[in-house]
């Protein structure tokens, strides 16, 4: 797998450049995928599928694999890991994903950027889950659709370790050095392109499902299924310190009007310390600063 040195001029050149990389995947993952491999007969396609939403990038290369395999008769997007797995048999699933290349063999002489890349993991892991509760108590219709587009809400900062690990620890050091400097703008300076950008791009070059894809985009953001993942990327990412973070009681307040539940309630369902608890119980807040206004495709 090769690796980008030197920002690209235009979003088409990165669009092209991804085209033919395969993405990588955590070394546990592979190593676990193994040890199913060696058991499958004893294996179910729950745990299988456990494993999967466990790695980001695992799950984005199941519903690739899912998008250039499509049958011909098939007329519905697989939006689900555990339905991929169900469609394709356990066994199948096990041979198909072996051997895959991996996110510490690739970041193998970049050691920071794999420690920024699993801090980035980690976080998606975390939007996973908030976003998985919050479905349930909105009781909506599919709540593992929410868990797989909050577990690839920013799946594109996960590339950018992978594929050019020195411009993104370049943006991570410019906002170090300037608080007030936002990550988009940080971006542009490095990559000519934000990550939201190169998501966009991405999602629809590997084509994955036109569903998960509507959850992550914020222009539809008065759609509770959108503000529940994109709430939940924000939780996770102000919380990856502590629960110090300025933006914290906007992002509560956002969350109480999304799932009509009091301020108490919703720190005791997100387990917040104690210590914490208390001081965020009267902190305020408010739900606009947590989410962008609705904008129409074209804004």
């Known amino acids: 797998m090769a ?4 920002p690209f001029e235009t979003l088409s050149a990165y669009e092209a ?24 007969d004893h294996v179910n396609g729950r ?16 519903l690739i694999h899912l998008e250039q395999n499509r049958r011909a008769s098939q007329n519905h997007d697989i939006t689900t890991v555990e339905r991929a797995i169900m469609m394709m048999g356990i066994s199948p699933f096990l041979r198909r994903f072996a051997d895959l290349p991996t996110i510490e063999a690739q970041l193998h002489d970049h050691p920071k950027a794999l420690i920024g890349v699993l801090r980035v993991i980690s976080r998606a892991r975390r939007a996973a889950k908030y976003a998985r509760d919050w479905a349930i108590v909105r009781h909506d219709l599919d709540v593992d659709e929410i868990t797989v587009a909050a577990l ?11 594929f050019a690990p020195t411009l993104t620890d370049e943006v991570y050091a410019m906002q170090r050095a300037d608080h007030s400097l936002r990550s988009v703008a940080a971006q542009r300076r490095v990559f ?3 990550a939201q950008d190169l ?3 991405l999602v629809r070059q590997w084509h994955l499902p036109e ?7 914020t222009h539809q953001i008065n759609n509770p299924r959108v503000a529940t993942v994109k709430l939940a990327g924000n939780l996770a990412r102000h919380t990856a310190q502590g629960w110090d973070n300025a933006a914290i009681p906007d992002d509560l307040a956002a969350i109480e009007a999304l799932l009509h539940v009091g301020r108490e309630t919703l720190l005791h369902r997100l387990a917040v310390p104690h210590e914490d608890a208390d001081r965020l119980l009267n902190a305020g807040g408010q739900a606009a600063g947590a989410l962008p206004p609705e904008q129409s495709p074209q804004a």
């Open 211 to 217: 569903l998960l894809v509507s959850m992550m985009d």
């Open 192 to 194: 000519n392109v934000s």
């Open 17 to 40: 450049f991804f085209a033919h990389e395969e993405m990588p995947v955590l070394r546990h993952t592979v190593k676990e995928l193994d040890a199913m491999r060696e058991q499958e």
């Open 199 to 201: 998501q966009s791009c």
């Open 152 to 162: 690839l809400h920013e799946v594109a900062e996960i590339v950018c370790w992978c």
């Open 47 to 62: 745990a299988v599928a456990a494993l999967v939403l466990s790695d980001p990038m695992m799950t984005l290369r199941v």
């Open 3 to 6: 690796l980008i040195t030197r």
